[in-house]
């Protein structure tokens, strides 16, 4: 069993930068790829970036590619995603997730086995 926590939402002005944060439980972490997904107001969640288990891999949406970064570090349990650009439009609850499978569907939420509760990030324009 996996419990995520997630941090470091807020309110921030359109150009600024916020810093997720996604503390695992367990001593298992090092062996889960980590997810995060975000879901804005009246929209599916949708898949932001992961990261493979070793960290060696990162993968990102179209719509955060150049702005965002994901990284982890396994002997804290946690997982990060730094958003700097930020628009109006990433305006969403941002979720982190854990999967065991190694394949690269990173986007498919049903590949993860756990998820956090989410964190508001409000980008005001």
């Known amino acids: 069993q996996v419990q995520l926590v997630e941090s470091g939402g807020g309110l921030v002005q359109a150009g600024g930068s916020l810093r997720l944060s996604c503390a695992a439980s367990?001593?298992?972490?090092?062996?889960?790829?980590m997810g995060w997904f975000r879901q804005a107001p009246g929209k599916e969640r949708e898949f932001v970036a992961g990261i493979a288990w070793s960290g060696g891999n990162t993968y990102f949406a179209d719509s955060v590619k150049g702005r965002f970064t994901i990284s982890r570090d396994n002997p804290k349990n946690t997982a990060y995603l730094q958003m700097n650009s930020l628009k109006p439009e990433d305006t969403a609850v941002y979720y982190c997730a854990a999967k065991i499978s190694r394949s690269d569907t990173w986007w498919r939420e049903g590949e993860y086995d756990y998820w956090g509760q989410g964190t508001q990030v409000t980008v005001s324009s």
């Open positions: 367990g001593r298992t972490f090092s062996r889960y790829g």
